[in-house]
């Protein structure tokens, strides 16, 4: 990576998710912390990153919304396969 650029990192996986699949950012590398995962980002642009974390987290086009329901989904397919 190139020195002095900018980057954005997050352990959250679905603003990981957001940030990569609907704004287009580039992952610049991964790191395991442990069992999480590190997303490193980079971004020149840290006034445009802001919005985008900000869009994400205010739910703006309900990204929030389908995150939830994909975990919910999730946990149900989990529990199922426990009581089988």
């Known amino acids: 990576m190139a020195k002095g650029k ?11 998710a957001f940030m990569h699949g609907v704004k287009d950012y580039v992952i610049a590398d991964v790191k395991q912390q442990g069992d999480r995962v590190l997303f490193i980002f980079h971004e020149d ?4 990153r802001r ?3 900000l869009e994400f987290y ?3 086009g309900g990204f929030l919304k ?4 994909w ?5 149900f397919l989990h529990n199922i396969k426990k009581d089988a």
């Open 58 to 60: 205010n739910n703006v």
């Open 71 to 75: 975990k919910n989904l999730k946990n």
């Open 51 to 53: 919005e985008d974390v």
């Open 45 to 48: 642009d840290s006034r445009k």
């Open 6 to 16: 900018i980057l954005f990192e997050t352990k959250d996986i679905n603003l990981a």
């Open 66 to 69: 389908y995150t939830d329901a």
